[in-house]
């Protein structure tokens, strides 16, 4: 199974700790989709998803695991149920097309009317560096609205991790 990652599983290392077979194919673009902060969160922000676009792209890291590893991450009878792993297709940074799955929130789990806190758009925006994703896309995401976190104890711990 190949997995397109565009948020917090980009951190190859870290996915590889649940799911050991984890492995970064490369960096690719998901066109016909925009990144968005609209899935809803338990504390009171929102977090990454992807929503269909027609004149946008989502860009991300391609990860290869073994499919007996899926369960590892993706329960459907759990917080999974959120989410469904959708059939996707991006184009690698060497123009090749790869069949991939990738989260998206079900209906049900989506706000538009909250905001993500600035230190979860910190990580997204350090992961995304980290991962060599183009400058302008995260510039994009740099520019998206936020609000402060007002547990200013968790603000500090997840700003100082990102």
């Not at 929503?51 to 991300?60: E, H, L, Q, T």
């Not at 520019?143 to 200013?152: H, N, S």
């Amino acid at each position: 199974m190949i997995l397109f990652a565009f948020a917090g599983n980009m951190d190859v290392e870290e996915f590889a700790k649940t799911v050991p077979s984890a492995k970064k194919i490369d960096i690719a673009k998901l066109p016909g989709y925009t990144f968005i902060f609209n899935k809803t969160a338990d504390d009171q922000s929102s977090k990454a998803n992807i929503a269909p676009s027609n004149d946008d792209a989502v860009w991300g890291v391609l990860i290869e695991l073994n499919d007996n590893e899926k369960g590892n991450f993706y329960n459907g009878e759990t917080w999974s149920i959120d989410f469904k792993l959708e059939a996707v297709n991006c184009i690698a940074t060497n123009n090749k097309v790869y069949a991939a799955h990738a989260f998206v929130a079900q209906p049900h789990a989506v706000n538009t009317h909250l905001l993500p806190y600035d230190w979860y758009q910190q990580k997204v925006i350090s992961l995304a560096k980290k991962a060599g994703l183009p400058d302008e896309y995260i510039t994009k995401i740099s520019t998206m609205p936020v609000k402060i976190d007002p547990d200013d104890g968790r603000r500090q711990r997840r700003l100082k991790n990102s």
